[in-house]
């Protein structure tokens, strides 16, 4: 059986820092508080550890046309839009559906139609003190472009309500 010999220099060095190494094991160094003495809030070059303020909270909200018209976006509010009785949260897209974007004219309005025929046109919204548009006239590809729209809608932006008639809230 081959004996322990420290006369060779990599005997030494490794039975050093086998020592070295319990020594760490069993006796760690306290040179670093256990807790720190306060709790980070900012990290030295500028990210942030916690928001500055709490984004706003939506609610599943039940709309009518009415209701949902003040949401247009103006004044730099929410900007909300309807598609088949849907309600969604658009204000991530506002350069879109902002008053000066390409869709500004759906803003608070029920989008139905709109998107269905791909037009931007007024003639497409339904005033809001009528009746929903029940869309019974619309041709079944334009019924699939709509269904494409509230896919698109969906995976992208929050959905905050339903749409009712005027009077059924």
């Not at 609610?59 to 509010?77: E, I, N, R, V």
């Not at 869709?103 to 709109?114: L, Q, T, V």
């Amino acid at each position: 059986m081959p004996s322990f010999n420290l006369s060779s220099p990599i005997n030494t060095a490794l039975f050093i820092y086998i020592l070295y190494s319990v020594r760490r094991i069993l006796l760690p160094s306290h040179s670093f508080p256990t807790s720190p003495s306060r709790i980070p809030s900012e990290f030295k070059h500028g990210y942030s550890w916690l928001p500055k303020s709490h984004p706003p909270t939506v609610l599943f909200t039940t709309f009518t046309p009415k209701s949902l018209a003040p949401f247009d976006g103006k004044d730099g509010g929410r900007i909300l839009l309807a598609i088949r009785g849907l309600v969604f949260d658009v204000s991530a897209g506002k350069n879109f559906y902002g008053p000066n974007g390409m869709y500004g004219n759906f803003a608070g309005r029920d989008a139905s139609r709109g998107m269905a025929k791909q037009s931007f046109d007024e003639d497409m919204l339904t005033p809001i003190d009528q009746p929903l548009d029940k869309l019974e006239d619309l041709t079944p590809d334009e019924i699939d472009n709509m269904k494409g729209w509230i896919d698109h809608f969906s995976n992208k932006y929050i959905i905050c309500g339903k749409l009712v008639e005027n009077d059924a809230v």
